[in-house]
Nanobody, 125 residues
Framework: QVQLVESGGGLVQAGGSLRLSCAASGRTFSNYAMGWFRQAPGNVREFVAAISGSGGRTYYTDSVKGRFTISRDNAKNTVYLQMNSLKPDDTAVYTC??????????????????WGQGTQVTVSS
């Protein structure tokens, strides 16, 4: 069992930055690939970024490439999402998730095993 708790959301103006954190319980954090997803009102949950268990591989959805960076610190059982050059379209609830599966970086939310409660990010224009 893995418990995930996000923090770092808030209100920011367009062009600003935020860093989200996701703290995980458990002693096997490095065994899990981690992902960030987001969901805006009326929209389906959308993949944002993923990182391998070692942190050596990352993958991003096209709309955030060059602006967002996913990273992890396995000693602290924490994964981060640094978000720069934020746009109003980035407004959503951001949720981290853990994938114990295949070793691939996967984008479908259905394959992730554990989820946090989410943190709101609001970008004003």
């Amino acid at each position: 069992q893995v418990q995930l708790v996000e923090s770092g959301g808030g209100l920011v103006q367009a062009g600003g930055s935020l860093r989200l954190s996701c703290a995980a319980s458990g002693r096997t954090f490095s065994n899990y690939a981690m992902g960030w997803f987001r969901q805006a009102p009326g929209n389906v949950r959308e993949f944002v970024a993923a990182i391998s268990g070692s942190g050596g591989r990352t993958y991003y959805t096209d709309s955030v490439k060059g602006r967002f960076t996913i990273s992890r610190d396995n000693a602290k059982n924490t994964v981060y999402l640094q978000m720069n050059s934020l746009k109003p379209d980035d407004t959503a609830v951001y949720t981290c998730a853990a994938d114990r599966g295949s070793g691939y970086l996967r984008t479908s939310p259905t394959v992730y095993d554990y989820w946090g409660q989410g943190t709101q990010v609001t970008v004003s224009s």
